[in-house]
Nanobody
């Protein structure tokens, strides 16, 4: 059974940084591409970052240059380093095994102005 556990969210002032983590189980992690999504109240869930199993990455335009996705295959973990945070980054952040419909509980990120 696929399980995803996100952590690392919190309250931060605009311009600050946070590092999110997601531990995955129930998959052969090193063979799977992973992604981070976010959902703000009243908005649809949107993908913000993607990392392929071979390590290539891409980002939503809204976070490009500020967020960095990375992975540690030895720890079955995907990270999202978020710098220069803005109030519009406020959302619940979820990780996802690309191509699967499993979701974790998410982690709340709140950026105050």
């Amino acid at each position: 059974q696929v399980q995803l556990v996100e952590s690392g969210g919190g309250l931060v002032q605009a311009g600050g940084s946070l590092r999110l983590s997601c531990v995955a189980s129930g998959i052969i992690f090193s063979t799977r591409s992973m992604a981070w999504y976010r959902q703000a109240p009243g908005n649809q869930r949107e993908r913000v970052a993607f990392i392929a199993h071979i390590g290539s990455t891409n980002y939503a335009d809204s976070v490009k240059g500020r967020f960095t996705i990375s992975r540690d295959n030895a720890k079955n973990t995907v990270f999202l380093q978020m710098n220069s945070l803005k109030p519009e980054d406020t959302a619940v952040y979820y990780c996802n095994v690309f191509g699967l419909s499993h979701w974790g509980q998410g982690t709340q990120v709140t950026v105050s102005s």
